[in-house]
C-alpha cells in the first residue's frame, strides 16, 4: 500500500477508480497551513509529555517548520496522488527528516486531526470575513455620507410610499451587515474548541496534555466529549449560515442597485468596471456583478442545505460521509469573501443620478401620508383622514391633476380642516424632516 497511513490491514490495493472517488487533495490542500501548524503544535505536546523522545520532537518541529513556510510561499509541491492533505504532509514529513516522523501520528487519529483543521480554518476565515464586512460597512457609510441630502421615494411592495433619504436606505444594510458580523463572531467561536486528544473517537491511553495543545493553537477551550469532538460539524454548519445571510443580503442590496440602475428608475449608474456587454445587442452594458451576486445566495444556501443534509443521519461518531463537509465549506467562504471585496470597489463607483431622482419624487401620492397625519393633527381620527387623502388623490389622479395645482377652495371642499400651509406638505424635503429620526 504505497503511501497510505493503514497499509498493514490490506492485501489488496484499491480500485483505481475508487482511489480517485476517494481522494480529497484537490479540495483538502487548503487545510494544508492549519495541518501542518496543529502536527507542531502536537508534536511539542508528544515531546514535553514524554511520550516521544525531546529530539525527536525536535527533528519533527523543524521538519514541519519548514513544510510550514513552503505552504506560505507557494512553494510545497502538493502530491495529488495521496489519499488526502494529512497525508500528503505526513509523507513529505518523511521525506525531509525520515524515521522521526514515524512518531508524529502517536496519540493522533485523521479523524481529530481533521476535525482542528476544519476547525482552524473556520477560525481564521470567520474573522478574515468579519473583516471584510466591516471594510463593506465602511464603504456603504462613506456612500451614504457622500450623498447625504439625497432623498428617494422609498418602496414598499415595489410601489411609491414615502420620500426617505439615500443614506436610511444605504445604512439599512450596515445594520443587516452589523448583525451577520455577530453570526461570523458566534461562528468563531462556535469552531474554538480543541479537539485533538480524542484520537479516532475514544480518546487514547497516552498521556497527553490537551490543554498545552490548545493553548500552543490558541484554541480558548477543549471538546470535553471525544466522540462528540470527532463527530461534530455544527461549527462548519454555524459558518456556512453566517455566510448564507451575508449572501442574502448582498442579494437584496444587488436587487435595488440592479432597480435602480435600470433605465425606467436611472437613480444611479453602475461603474462599467462591474458590467459586462452583450455579444449581440451593441448598447448593452449590463451590471452583471450584481446579478451574479444575487444568483450566488442559490449555491450558498446550497452549500449550507448540502452539510446539514450530509450530517443528518449519520450515526455516531466519524464517518467518512464527513469528507463531504469541505467543498461546500471552501466554496462558500472563498465566493463570499471575493464578492464582499468586490462589493466594496463597487458602492464607491456608484454614480447618484439626481434628476432622474427629482423627477420620480414629483409623485405627489407621496405625500399622501403627511397630508392624512396634518389631518390627524388637526383633530380628525386616522380612518377619516386616511379616507379624505384616498379620495383627494383618486380625484387628483382621474383628472390628471395635482394637488399642489389646487385652490385652497378646492381643497376645502375634501375637508374644512385643510388651511393654506398644507401646501409646504407637498416638499420631499418637508416630509424627510418631519419624521425625525429615534422619536
Ligand atoms: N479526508 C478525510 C475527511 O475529510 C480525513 C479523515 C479521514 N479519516 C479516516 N478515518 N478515513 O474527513
Known amino acids: 500500500m504505497k503511501n497510505k497511513l ?49 529530539k525527536d520532537a525536535a527533528a519533527i518541529v523543524k521538519g514541519l517548520t519548514a513544510i510550514s513556510k513552503e505552504i506560505e510561499a507557494g512553494k510545497f509541491i502538493y502530491d495529488f496522488t495521496a489519499e488526502d492533505i494529512h497525508t500528503n504532509i505526513q509523507n513529505a514529513l518523511e521525506k525531509k527528516i525520515g524515521k522521526p516522523a514515524l512518531k508524529l501520528h502517536t496519540a493522533r487519529s485523521r479523524n481529530d486531526q481533521v476535525a482542528l483543521d476544519t476547525r482552524m480554518y473556520c477560525k481564521n476565515k ?9 471594510a463593506l460597512q465602511e464603504s456603504l457609510l462613506g456612500f451614504a455620507k457622500k450623498n447625504k441630502d439625497v432623498i428617494v421615494p422609498g418602496l414598499t411592495h415595489t410601489q411609491h ?8 436606505h444605504i445604512e439599512a444594510y450596515v445594520w443587516m451587515l452589523a448583525r451577520d458580523k455577530r ?10 474548541f480543541m479537539p485533538l486528544g480524542a484520537c479516532a473517537l475514544a480518546g487514547t491511553s497516552l498521556k497527553i496534555d490537551r490543554k498545552y495543545t490548545a493553548r ?12 462528540d469532538a470527532v463527530s461534530d460539524r455544527d461549527f462548519v454548519i454555524e459558518l456556512l449560515e453566517a455566510v448564507s445571510l451575508v449572501s442574502m443580503h448582498l442579494s437584496r ?20 468596471q462591474f458590467c459586462t456587454g452583450s455579444s449581440i445587442m451593441p448598447q448593452k452594458v449590463n451590471p452583471d456583478f450584481l446579478e451574479l451576486t444575487r444568483g450566488m445566495s442559490g449555491r450558498i444556501y446550497g452549500n449550507l442545505f448540502s452539510v446539514l443534509t450530509m450530517m443528518k443521519g449519520l450515526p455516531l461518531t466519524y464517518n467518512r460521509d464527513m469528507q463531504w463537509d469541505k467543498q461546500p465549506l471552501f466554496d462558500s467562504v472563498e465566493k463570499i469573501s471575493k464578492v464582499l471585496s468586490v462589493y466594496g470597489k463597487l458602492v464607491k463607483g456608484i454614480k447618484v443620478n439626481k434628476a432622474n431622482i427629482d423627477r420620480a419624487l414629483l409623485d405627489e401620492s407621496l405625500y399622501a401620508t403627511d397630508l392624512a397625519e396634518y389631518l ?18 383618486t380625484a387628483t389622479l382621474e383628472k390628471k391633476e395635482r394637488i399642489s395645482g389646487l385652490t385652497i377652495k ?10 393654506k400651509g398644507v401646501f409646504k406638505l407637498l416638499d420631499p424635503k418637508v416630509s424627510v424632516a418631519s419624521r425625525k429620526k429615534g422619536r
Open 6 to 54: 493503514w497499509g498493514g490491514r490490506f492485501k489488496k490495493s484499491q480500485d483505481p477508480e475508487f482511489e480517485d472517488f476517494s481522494c480529497s487533495m484537490y479540495f483538502d490542500y487548503r487545510l494544508a497551513e492549519y495541518d501542518a501548524l496543529g502536527s507542531i503544535a502536537h508534536a511539542k505536546m508528544l515531546g514535553k509529555c514524554g511520550i516521544i523522545p525531546k
Open 126 to 134: 470567520a474573522q478574515e470575513m468579519y473583516g471584510l464586512v466591516t
Open 161 to 168: 410610499a414615502q420620500p426617505v433619504l439615500l443614506s436610511d
Open 183 to 192: 453570526k461570523l463572531h458566534y461562528a468563531y467561536h462556535a469552531a474554538d
Open 216 to 227: 500552543e493553537l490558541g484554541f480558548g477551550a477543549l471538546c470535553e466529549n471525544t466522540m
Open 253 to 272: 442590496l444587488a436587487s435595488d442597485l440592479i432597480l435602480w440602475a435600470s433605465p425606467e428608475f436611472g437613480f444611479v449608474e453602475i461603474d462599467q
Open 376 to 393: 390627524v393633527s388637526k383633530g380628525l381620527d386616522s380612518r377619516q383622514a386616511h379616507s379624505i387623502i384616498g379620495k383627494l388623490v
Open 410 to 419: 378646492e381643497l376645502k371642499k375634501f375637508s374644512e380642516k385643510f388651511e
